[in-house]
């Protein structure tokens, strides 16, 4: 996550250092076609570029910076989700086989080797059976909560950041409006280009920090309901495992 944190903070110093930096001098002609007219049309990144530099860079970095950081962690959170997304089917499967033929041990030589919070949590269960089914029951739960809380890590941050980026373009707005007044006070006259020229500059930081709030709550929602599919897939897997060990000892009395 550090390694990911860092390329992604690294980038996001690359994009400001773009946004500052002007368009080079290069010798152009006079458009003669209707496609060199075209060409001469501000692209995307000139547009943003612009954007950026009219909102004040002082208000305008913090909101990129939470930006960057808003999508780190969620970047880091959807390919530790994917990571931990087991085939538990599967995985029952081979753990129930692996009962019949080798018992206990052979089943958690399957759930070892295998990755994911649905392995981790058929494991404390496996290792409890000598205790009683009852014992393997309280250990899965206990430990689902154990997991259930590493799956939810680093959600509070993209919530902070959800937070934080509106409201610094809240108060850049603000404090460009009250430049604006403090401007109009100075000249003496409520001019339409300085109200106008003012209003633009200030809202300008309002819509960076929705569209950075907008983008993050969309990684916020699709990472919840990642984690509740887990959490459900871990919940029936482990009442499927209990299943099996009840099944394997009533097997085994016989």
């Not at 049309?41 to 570029?49: D, M, N, W």
Request: glycine residues 10%.
């Amino acid at each position: 996550m550090k390694k990911l944190l860092a390329m992604l903070a690294f980038a996001g110093v690359l994009a400001s250092s773009a946004l500052y930096a002007g368009p080079a001098d290069l010798p152009q002609s006079e458009p003669a076609t209707e496609e060199a007219a075209a060409a001469d049309q501000p692209s995307f990144h000139q547009v943003l570029k612009e954007k950026f530099i009219e909102g004040d860079v002082r208000f305008m970095t913090p909101v990129l910076i939470c930006l960057i950081l808003g999508l780190a962690f969620s970047i880091e959170r959807i390919l530790t989700l994917n990571l931990a997304t087991t085939n538990t089917k599967k995985l029952l499967g081979q753990i129930e086989d692996a009962l019949a033929k080798g018992g206990v041990n052979a089943a958690l030589d399957v759930t070892r080797n295998t990755r994911g919070p649905v392995a981790s949590i058929f494991t404390q269960g496996l290792m409890r059976y000598s205790e009683g089914i009852d014992m393997v029951e309280k250990s899965i739960v206990s430990y689902g909560g154990v997991e259930m809380g590493k799956l939810e890590r680093g959600l509070i941050w993209i919530s902070l950041f959800i937070a934080l980026g509106p409201m610094l373009g809240f108060f850049g707005t603000v404090v460009g409006m009250v430049q604006a007044f403090s401007d109009i006070e100075a000249a003496g006259d409520i001019s339409p280009n300085i109200v106008a020229g003012g209003m633009k500059v200030a809202l300008t930081t309002t819509v960076g920090g929705l569209i950075v709030g907008m983008v993050l709550q969309v990684f916020y929602n699709y990472l919840v309901s990642k984690i509740d599919s887990l959490v459900n897939s871990m919940e029936d897997a482990s009442i499927s495992l209990v299943d099996i060990l009840v099944k394997h000892k009533l097997v085994s009395q016989k």
